[in-house]
């Protein structure tokens, strides 16, 4: 088993910037693919960024190109999200999952095997 514990959230002003940290604890090294997914109240859970087990393959999702980067410390088992350039549509909670199947980058909610409780994000205009 793996466990996830994520956190860096907060208020912020648009504008602003977050960095958001999540540490993995149990069986790491089973761990291949890690990503963060965010879910807005009335919507559904939606990937935001994901990255490989060496750090050198990443994906991000339009709406966040350009102003997010994923990051991951094996050694630390650790991955994290800087959030740039914030914007009130970027207010959601944020998770963090882990794969432990695909060799590749993973970016679909089903095929991640772990998940993290959440952290607030709120972005104010």
């Known amino acids: 088993q793996v466990q996830l514990v994520e956190s860096g959230g907060g208020l912020v002003q648009a504008g602003g910037s977050l960095r958001l940290s999540c540490a993995a604890s149990g069986r790491t090294d089973s761990i291949i693919s890690m990503g963060w997914f965010r879910q807005a109240p009335g919507k559904e859970r939606a990937i935001v960024a994901a990255?490989?087990?060496?750090?050198?393959?990443?994906y991000y999702a339009d709406s966040v190109k350009g102003r997010f980067t994923i990051s991951r410390d094996n050694a630390k088992n650790t991955v994290y999200l800087q959030m740039n350039s914030l914007k009130p549509d970027d207010t959601a909670v944020y998770y963090c999952a882990a794969d432990r199947t695909l060799p590749w980058v993973v970016i679909s909610t089903s095929e991640y095997d772990y998940w993290g409780q959440g952290t607030q994000v709120f972005v104010s205009s």
């Open positions: 990255i490989s087990k060496s750090g050198s393959h990443t």
